[in-house]
C-alpha cells in the first residue's frame, strides 16, 4: 500500500502543532536534506523517463521496462525511511513507516520483478505513475520543510493530490497482484511444500490473496486519516479565504 500518508511519514517537521517540537541536530539535518534531494532527483529521473519513452514509443503500453532501474533503485533506497525513524532523526513511528515503506518494496520485488509476465499490464503503470508524482511532492515537501521554507503550494499539493493518487496506486497495487495470481500458481513461485527437512509449508498463491483481503480494512483507515490531516492542515486557510 502506498506510503503517502501526509502526518504519519517521515516528514521533519509539523506543521500543524502549536507547539514547536525539537528537530534533528545540525548534522542530522544535513544528511536528512541531501537524502530528500536526491529521492527528489531520483524521481524526477522516473518521471522524465516515463514521458520521454511515451514521447518516443508514441503509446503507453510496456513504459515499464524504461524505468525499471531506477525505480527499483530509489524505492528500495526508501527502506533507509525506516532507519531514520529507529534512530530518532524523524519522529515517526518505526512500525507504521516500515508497512508503508516495506509494502511497497515487497510489490516492487516480489510482485512485478519476480512475476515477469505482469510487467507489462496496464495496472503497473497506473501505480508506478501514482507512486512517482506523489514521492516527487513529498520528498520536496520534506526537503522545504527541514530548510524551513515550505511553500505554500508543495504544501496544498501534498495534502491534496492524494485524493485520487492515493486511490489510485493502490488500485493499480490490486490489480497487479490479481494478474500475477495466474503464474504464481502455475510456477509454484516461492511456494514451500512438504514433505522437507524443516516441515513447513508455505503458498505463495494463498499468500498474496491475503494481501489483496488486507487493503479491505487498512485502506479506508489510512486514506481518511489523510482527509482529517488535510483539514487540520489545510482547513484554517480554506475558511480564510471563504470569509474574504
Given at each position: 500500500?502506498?506510503?503517502a ?17 525539537k528537530?534533528?541536530g545540525?548534522?542530522?539535518?544535513a544528511?536528512l536534506v541531501?537524502y530528500?534531494?536526491?529521492m527528489?532527483a531520483g524521481?524526477?529521473v ?6 520521454r519513452a511515451?514521447l ?12 525499471e ?13 525506516i532507519?531514520h525513524?529507529?534512530v530518532?532523526?524523524?519522529?515517526s513511528s518505526?512500525?507504521?513507516?516500515g508497512?508503508?515503506?516495506m509494502s511497497r518494496?515487497?510489490l ?12 507489462s499490464e496496464?495496472s ?11 514521492e516527487?511532492?513529498?520528498?520536496s515537501f ?5 530548510l ?43 511456494s ?21 483481503i488486507s487493503?479491505?480494512p ?10 482529517r490531516q488535510r ?13 474574504e
Amino acid at each position: 500500500m502506498s506510503a503517502a500518508a501526509p502526518g504519519t511519514s517521515k516528514a521533519a517537521h509539523s506543521d500543524v502543532a502549536p507547539k514547536k517540537k525539537k528537530g534533528p541536530g545540525a548534522l542530522a539535518t544535513a544528511y536528512l536534506v541531501i537524502y530528500n534531494v536526491v529521492m527528489t532527483a531520483g524521481w524526477l529521473v522516473i518521471a522524465v523517463g516515463l514521458v520521454r519513452a511515451y514521447l518516443a514509443r508514441g503509446s503507453y503500453h510496456g513504459l515499464y521496462y524504461s524505468i525499471e532501474k531506477p525505480l527499483k533503485f530509489f524505492q528500495t533506497g526508501a527502506i533507509l525511511e525506516i532507519l531514520h525513524c529507529a534512530v530518532g532523526i524523524v519522529p515517526s513511528s518505526v512500525v507504521l513507516t516500515g508497512f508503508q515503506v516495506m509494502s511497497r518494496v515487497f510489490l516492487t520485488w516480489a510482485v512485478t520483478h519476480s512475476v515477469r509476465e505482469v510487467q507489462s499490464e496496464d495496472s503497473v503503470l497506473l501505480f508506478v505513475t501514482a507512486w512517482t508524482v506523489t514521492e516527487i511532492i513529498r520528498y520536496s515537501f520534506y526537503t522545504f520543510s527541514l530548510l524551513n521554507h515550505l511553500p505554500y503550494l508543495i504544501k496544498w499539493a501534498r495534502y491534496t493530490f492524494f485524493i485520487v493518487l492515493y486511490p489510485m496506486g493502490v488500485t493499480g497495487e490490486l490489480l497487479t497482484i490479481y494478474a500475477s495470481l495466474p503464474y504464481v500458481q502455475k510456477t509454484g513461485l516461492y511456494s514451500v511444500t512438504l514433505p522437507n527437512k524443516y516441515n513447513f509449508s508455505f503458498d505463495y498463491y494463498t499468500f498474496l490473496i491475503l494481501i489483496m483481503i488486507s487493503y479491505i480494512p487498512l485502506f479506508p483507515q489510512l486514506y481518511f486519516h489523510m482527509i482529517r490531516q488535510r483539514k487540520k492542515v489545510l482547513g484554517h486557510v480554506e475558511d480564510y479565504s471563504k470569509l474574504e
